[in-house]
């Protein structure tokens, strides 16, 4: 079975710049989530994906950070512009529909902002 | 509130014995433990729902105490494989929206 799947894996852009992170989940799984990890730090969800609709994103800075999973499969992360601060890893993950499920995480997308 | 887990770091020697424990101050339903290595992404472990249970997972196993609201990892005969950062996910509702916990870093040496 694939797992989650990302690209890039590294992005290194100036601050200002836009960059989009791409993500495919396990075949199946109805939830998506983006995290933000930053180095030393646990994984941070900034938003949550059921099919299509979004279950969560306060977490999202909505000024500069959008996401769309248009037809519940894909999901894109964009982030404009960045800033200093982004820079961290992306992760996306998946699991099945709702709680009680285990999540699975991509390769990560490696962003460093300069 | 992001869970606290102790110890912050831990030195093993293979076939030593190590606890992680998780702690947080929401009512939860689950919580998740993930092995993480540098560099790489987090691994699920397992999951534990609310009811006291305890899982296993080869010489990995957990427990859940959902009225004290805290979570302990248990790592026996530790390998050289186990070393990484571990991190609990707490979910105080059933939509798996996870809180991650402070983290444990795991070192084990031959």
């Known amino acids: 079975e694939a797992g989650v799947a990302q690209s890039p894996r590294y992005k290194i852009i100036e601050k200002r710049q836009s960059v989009a992170f791409w993500c495919n989940p396990i075949s199946g799984h109805a939830t998506l989530y983006w995290y933000q990890q930053i180095l030393g730090q646990g994984p941070k969800l900034l938003i949550q994906?059921?099919?299509?609709?979004?279950?969560?994103d306060s977490q999202l800075p909505k000024d500069r950070f959008s996401a769309e999973r248009l037809k519940g499969v894909d999901s894109t992360l964009k982030i404009q512009p960045a800033k200093l601060e982004d820079s961290a890893v992306y992760l996306c993950?998946?699991?099945?529909?709702?709680?009680?499920?285990?999540?699975?995480f991509g390769e990560g997308s490696w962003l460093t902002v300069v | 509130q992001q869970p606290v887990q102790s110890p912050q770091a831990v030195i093993l020697r293979e076939g030593e014995d190590a606890v992680i424990n998780c702690s947080s101050s929401k009512a939860l339903y689950s919580v998740h433990w993930y092995r993480q290595k540098h560099g790489e992404a987090p691994v699920f472990l397992m999951i534990?729902?609310?009811?006291?249970e305890q899982k296993g997972h080869e010489k990995i196993s957990a427990s859940f105490n959902e009225k004290k609201q805290q979570s302990s990892l248990y790592l026996t005969a530790s390998q050289l494989s186990y070393s990484g950062t571990y991190f609990c996910?707490?979910?105080?509702?059933?939509?798996?929206?996870?809180?991650f916990g402070t983290g444990t870093l795991l070192a084990v040496q031959p």
């Open positions: 994906f059921q099919n299509n609709g979004v279950v969560d």
């Open positions: 993950a998946s699991s099945l529909l709702w709680g009680g499920r285990g999540i699975y």
């Open positions: 534990l729902l609310k009811g006291g």
């Open positions: 996910g707490t979910d105080g509702g059933a939509t798996n929206k996870l809180i």
